[in-house]
């Protein structure tokens, strides 16, 4: 990725996080903001977090907020811990253990009978899955997790109460050795801004030196239905057998030609081997999305015929979901 698309893409990060939560709200003074901890606002051009600094970042809203508690769900491939942000209420995060167990209990059904269930979703909050830099060469999701758990921690609008409130939101670096090795690479030589040579000049992502996930490089997303990879089975294992989010949201990068993102609803036909729920669920969420940006004038977004996505790749950590009943 040259220096012109990370450029262009920090619009995305500004659209899917405005889409999410207003920009209308106060931050609580004693959070951090990431230029404060990182020397520059995420998402400024030319300028990227490598993994160290969204570990180190992670920490210290952990210390600082309440909302939040940090959890490594295993080693990578080169040995770093992926971590896992859990954001929610105080109260919420007091109580973890019992709303994942109302989760799980929820997904797989067993010994539940349709009385309970609605008893449960009534004591439950929902569990949503948020990710970023699964291919580490589309930087943006990376930046937009560091900057989406700021914004979750520190913000005090009512509608952040309220998600905070009805909502656990789990945030994971899909493949945290990828963005060490990307964000090192790009900002190579970035001690030397005093010279006579731009950042603009110096910046680009061209003769990347080996693969950016230790074996498989752009295929990390094809193994979500083998488990070969260290990250693969830290995320499966989150996802399949602790806890079963209602909504996983997999960022990847860029959008189709002619558009800035896309979102769901995916192209017809769908896949005609899920529970028809999950479609129809994608595009309620999907259009819930679109109508945010519409009515913010926000515009660049695609969606059907827009792009060539659909729900018939089965492999990747999107669309494997899907044979779990999530959205």
Do not use: C
Not at 64 to 86: F, N
Not at 88 to 111: F, M, T, V
Not at 121 to 132: E, F, L, N, T
Not at 224 to 251: A, C, D, G, V
Request: charged letters at 20%; aromatic letters at 10%; zero cysteines.
């Amino acid at each position: 990725m040259s220096s012109r698309p990370l450029h262009r893409w920090t619009f995305v990060l500004t659209a899917v996080l405005s889409a999410t939560v207003s920009l209308s709200a106060q931050s609580a003074p004693k959070i951090t903001p990431p230029k404060d901890a990182l020397g520059f606002n995420l998402g400024d051009d030319y300028m990227v977090a490598n993994y160290t600094q969204l570990e180190a970042y992670w920490k210290k809203l952990v210390s600082e907020s309440d909302r939040m508690k940090l959890v490594s769900i295993g080693k990578t491939e080169e040995g770093r811990d992926q971590w896992m942000a859990i954001v929610s209420s105080p109260e919420n995060i007091k109580n973890l253990d019992k709303y994942k167990q109302i989760s799980r209990r929820l997904a797989l059904a067993e010994g539940v009978s349709e009385e309970q269930a609605h008893q449960l979703a009534a004591q439950g909050k929902a569990v949503v899955w948020i990710d970023g830099g699964l291919h580490a060469s589309e930087s943006v999701g990376s930046q937009q997790l560091m900057e989406m758990v700021y914004q979750m921690v520190s913000r005090t609008d009512p509608e952040t109460m309220r998600l905070l409130n009805d909502d656990i939101m789990l945030f994971v670096q899909a493949n945290p050795d990828g963005q060490e090795l990307v964000a090192n690479w790009y900002m190579r030589g970035s001690e030397k801004l005093d010279a006579p040579l731009r950042p603009q000049d110096q910046r680009d992502m061209n003769n990347l030196p080996r693969l950016y996930a230790k074996y498989i490089g752009h295929d990390d997303n094809r193994d979500f239905y083998m488990s070969n990879m260290k990250e693969t089975t830290n995320m499966n294992r989150q996802l399949f057998l602790e806890w079963f989010p209602q909504i996983m949201y997999n960022h990847h990068q860029t959008g189709p030609a002619g558009a800035v993102i896309f979102i769901p609803p995916f192209r017809d036909p769908f896949n005609y081997n899920f529970d028809p729920l999950v479609p129809l669920g994608i595009e309620m969420v999907g259009t819930a999305m679109h109508s945010r940006l519409v009515a913010e004038g926000k515009g660049g977004s695609a969606m059907r015929s827009g792009s060539s996505y659909s729900t018939w790749w089965n492999g990747g950590l999107r669309t494997i979901t899907y044979f779990h009943n999530m959205i």
